[in-house]
Every structure is written in structure tokens, then in C-alpha cells.
């Protein structure tokens, strides 16, 4: 029953340690892992977590049995470690994160040879061999050795975001930011990235990996009170939250307020159409800002189901110039790496606030407005097709677009819902231009729900 035991989505695996993720299971998909990406360096890396080295240990244990060579990046963001792989030729790689998750929780996210989450075909092939237990046992020549390399991956990393953007502008602005990197595995490249090579002055709290996530580990308004605080005391320009891998970004405005995660995304989504050609990749619940903006461009917007792999793979099919997942904070900007990525977030937000002089304020305030909200609600198993199709009576002049569960569209708003992976639940997005008509469209939906 092992296959119950961990969540399976698009980017990986997780489970809460001891209880559903265990050295001897981390161990065994990591052979399952050596075996499927073939002999060759398999680069590793993880999060500040305190299972993180108990499991970095057990996943080189498995990768050295399937006779893989173990290149150990040590504490690095998620980001930085793809970026690794796909620079040195490496077979793949695994980061040992949970993310956004709670510090209880770790995982194994699983990279292929370009540093790109496992695509569908890539990740059930990967579970056939694990679940069947058919693995490479490396002969006692065969087996390899484990080397670290703690430096390459940062400079790599670092150069690549700072090519895309004026460091010597940002620089000479002398910006004050404040930084809550939650302790997390982008903390001490993060102050380096500001003070050393963009000149900033800076304001941290957080930035210890040795100490626990002193807050919920997603960056979200409800959980940024205290870098809020920070930015206002010390008088800061900006203000910068992370998660505990670095991949997700959240933003707080001169005055305090933590900007909406679809509006930071607009804002490096209008960064990039204003210096380059392409179109853009967003997932379904993502906002119609970046419709808008992407419309005075001459630029076209196309969607996905949600998950990073998800967008990904569509930027990649079609050359898109950026793209990413509003909803938790995700800018992909492919030019660097096309994953998701804070440090090039920090540094468009930086290099937009030099070049015209404005504040991050100004900045969000000249956004397309929308209003916005997300929510859950339960459901029976067995219904969800009639749910389904009452949705769609509730609104017969919709568009439907059924890609990842059904998103409704109608001239001033949309309603997207989707089944959860591991719950009996179903997860609720609407926009609307308006706050009555957020309600109006939101309300109906519950009701229709609540009903049924």
C-alpha cells in the first residue's frame, strides 16, 4: 500500500516524515530514480528542513546503489539546483523540499537532464520501476562516489538573472529592502544576491537556515505581518518574502501592504513584454491582468492546468517569453531557467522601481484592477460530474473551457473549479471586476454547492 502513503502531483513527491515519507522509502525511489535517469551524476540539493540531511543521506544511499555518481549541492534553493543540473550535464537531479508545506512535511522533487520537473510520460515510467520494485543493483566496481559542490550552482544562478536585467541602475538607486526568507534555503543567497551584487541596503529577518520557520511557510499576506512592520520602521522601498526552497515570492509596497500574488506576477510579466518578444503561460486560475497586459502588447496569453510542471511544458512548446502561476507567487522567466524563481522576481520588481522612478506603489496601483478570491468546499464521490453540469446550467452563457476541472467564463468574471488530488474537496477561484460582482458570481457557486 505504499503507493497511498505519499502525495504524487506534477512536481513530485511528499508526505509527512516518519509517518508517510521514510529514509528507507526515500532510499528506494531514489534507486528507482538512478535507474530510470541511467549511470551518470545525479545532482542533490534540499531545503533547511530538519529531515533534510537524514533524507539527503538516504536518497545518495539509493542513487549510488543504481551505480549513479552523487554531486551534493548542500542547503540551496529549488531553483539554483535546476539551474545546476541543466548547466553540467547531469542525468537529473532531486531537491529534498516540501515547499511551501508545513516544517513537519518533506519531499523529493525530481528533475530530468534540462532541469525541468518530470512531464507525465517521464514521472509514470519513473513509478512503474518503483512500484515494481525493478531496480539497478550496481555491481561493487560499479559503484560511485559522492563529491559536494557548494559554490557553482550560486554563481550560475546569480549570473544568469543578473544578464537580464541593469544591476549597475539598481545599484545606484541604493533601494533599502526587507527580506523575510523564513529561514529558509534561499536565505543567506538572498542577502548576498541584495547587498553584494545589486548594492541594496538591507533589512533582514528570517535569514538563519540553522533555526526553524518561524512563521507559516508560504508567503501570503495573512502570514507577512512582521516583514510589513519591518518595511515600515525602517522606512524600506520594498519589501521581499520567500518560501522555504525560494521559489515562490511575495512583495510588500513601500507603505507595508503585501501586494496580491497575481499582481506580482503582472508586474514581471510587464517587465519582460516591455524588453522582449514572445507570448506568455499562465494556469487556469490565474488573473485577467495578464490578459490585459498582455493585449497592449500585441502579445497572447495561454493556459494551462494548474501546476508548474503544467505551465512549463507549454512554454517550452511555445517559445513563450515568461509566464508563471499568479495564485502562489511563481514567476518563470525561461531566459534564466524555466522554473519558477524569486531572485529574478526581486530583480525585475528592482530594475521596473530604477528605470522609471516609481514606487512599488505606483508600480501596482497603475495594475488593471480585478478582485479576487479563493475558497474550498466538499463533496461526495460520485457526484462531481452532476455538479459539474449544474455549474454549467447555473451559467448557460458561458464559455467553458474544461482543461483542469471547468472554468466558466462570462463578460465581467470567471469561476474556475477543480477536484482536489488527495481530498474530497473542490477548490474555488473567481475574478471579477468589481467586489459586488465577485460576490454575486462566488455566492452562486457555494449556494449552487451547499445544495446539492
Known amino acids: 500500500m505504499r503507493e497511498h502513503l505519499l502525495k504524487i502531483s506534477v512536481s513530485g513527491i511528499r508526505g509527512v516524515v516518519g509517518e508517510f515519507l521514510t529514509p528507507g522509502l526515500a532510499c528506494a525511489f531514489a534507486q528507482a530514480f538512478g535507474t530510470y535517469v541511467g549511470p551518470g551524476r545525479v545532482v542533490v540539493g534540499r531545503d533547511t528542513r530538519s529531515s533534510g540531511e537524514m533524507l539527503e543521506r538516504a536518497v545518495a544511499c539509493g542513487l549510488l546503489a543504481a551505480g549513479c555518481e552523487v554531486v551534493e549541492t548542500g542547503i540551496l534553493p529549488t531553483p539554483t539546483i535546476q539551474i545546476y543540473v541543466e548547466a553540467t550535464g547531469a542525468r537529473g537531479g532531486l531537491a529534498i523540499t516540501a515547499s511551501h508545506n508545513p516544517p513537519e512535511y518533506n519531499a523529493l522533487k525530481l528533475f530530468n537532464s534540462r532541469g525541468l520537473f518530470f512531464n507525465n510520460y517521464e514521472r509514470s515510467e519513473l513509478l512503474d520501476l518503483y512500484h515494481q520494485s525493478e531496480f539497478r543493483h550496481a555491481a561493487n566496481h560499479e559503484i560511485g562516489v559522492v563529491r559536494r559542490d557548494t559554490t557553482t550552482a550560486r554563481k550560475l544562478h546569480i549570473g544568469r538573472v543578473l544578464d537580464c536585467v541593469d544591476p549597475r541602475r539598481i545599484r545606484e538607486r541604493r533601494f533599502r529592502v526587507a527580506v523575510d526568507a523564513v529561514n529558509g534555503a534561499a536565505s543567506e543567497m538572498t542577502c548576498d544576491f541584495l547587498t553584494e551584487e545589486l548594492g541594496c541596503e538591507l533589512h533582514a529577518i528570517s535569514v538563519d537556515p540553522t533555526k526553524p520557520f518561524p512563521r507559516i511557510a508560504e508567503p501570503r499576506p495573512d502570514t507577512l505581518g512582521d516583514l510589513s512592520t519591518l518595511v515600515r520602521e525602517r522606512g524600506c522601498d520594498v519589501g521581499f518574502a520567500q518560501d522555504p526552497d525560494g521559489d515562490r515570492l511575495a512583495v510588500a509596497d513601500e507603505t507595508g501592504r503585501v501586494l496580491d500574488n497575481d499582481d506580482v506576477l503582472a508586474l514581471a510579466v510587464e517587465t519582460a513584454l516591455d524588453r522582449m518578444g514572445g507570448d506568455v503561460v499562465v494556469n487556469l486560475t490565474t488573473s485577467s491582468i495578464i490578459d490585459e497586459i498582455a493585449g497592449r502588447y500585441g502579445r ?46 526581486m530583480a525585475f520588481i528592482l530594475d521596473r522601481m530604477a528605470a522609471t522612478g516609481d514606487t512599488a506603489s505606483q508600480l501596482a496601483g497603475r495594475l488593471p484592477r480585478y478582485y479576487r478570491r479563493l475558497g474550498k468546499v466538499t463533496f461526495e464521490h460520485g457526484k462531481l460530474g452532476a455538479l459539474m453540469q449544474a455549474l454549467e446550467e447555473t451559467f448557460p452563457g458561458a464559455a467553458a473551457d474544461r482543461a483542469d476541472g471547468l472554468k466558466l467564463i462570462l463578460p465581467d468574471a470567471w469561476i474556475h473549479v477543480r477536484a482536489s488530488n488527495t481530498e474530497p474537496l473542490l477548490r474555488l477561484a473567481a475574478e471579477a471586476k468589481s467586489p459586488e460582482r465577485l460576490e454575486d458570481v462566488y455566492g452562486t457557486v457555494t449556494r449552487l454547492f451547499e445544495q446539492s
Open 300 to 345: 497572447r496569453v495561454h493556459r494551462t492546468p494548474v501546476g508548474e510542471a503544467n505551465v512549463v511544458e507549454l512554454m517550452l512548446a511555445v517559445n513563450a517569453v515568461i509566464g508563471g502561476e499568479g495564485s502562489n507567487g511563481g514567476i518563470i522567466f525561461p531566459r534564466v531557467h524555466a522554473c519558477r524563481d524569486s531572485f529574478t522576481g
